[in-house]
Nanobody, 114 residues
Framework: VQLQASGGGLVQAGGSLRLSCAAS?????MGWYRQAPGQQRGLVAT???????NYADSVKGRFTISRDNAKNTVYLQMNSLSAEDTAVYYC????????????WGQGTQVTVSS
């Protein structure tokens, strides 16, 4: 199983970025986790094939996760970015009984300049 993430980069505070992650197979739950320097990897948002969504409190109202089941692709629209959002973002996927799932993408760097 391969997860191919894209869309990271450098943006100013208050700006927006959109991440994409394409899976090589159909996966029940897909989502995003992030890891800042010196911190543990933590949840950003997940979405199931049926559309059930879970967000970390820190991103509610600013980030929107969505998926295109026909393309096995998940998206993360990130608005109102702040320096605290700077991290490596990892795409994740897995079956219903594994959260986070076993499949990880390669990570994409998001850097927000203040």
């Amino acid at each position: 199983v391969q997860l191919q993430a894209s869309g990271g980069g450098l943006v100013q505070a208050g700006g927006s970025l959109r991440l994409s992650c394409a899976a090589s197979i159909d996966i029940y739950r897909m989502g995003w986790y992030r890891q800042a320097p010196g911190q543990q990897r933590g949840l950003v948002a997940t979405v199931t094939r049926g559309g059930l969504i879970n967000y970390a409190d820190s991103v509610k109202g600013r980030f929107t996760i969505s998926r295109d089941n026909a393309k096995n692709t998940v998206y993360l629209q990130m608005n109102s970015l702040s320096a605290e959002d700077t991290a490596v973002y990892y795409c994740n996927g897995g079956p219903p009984w594994r959260n986070p799932g076993d499949y990880w993408g390669q990570g994409t760097q998001v850097t927000v300049s203040s």
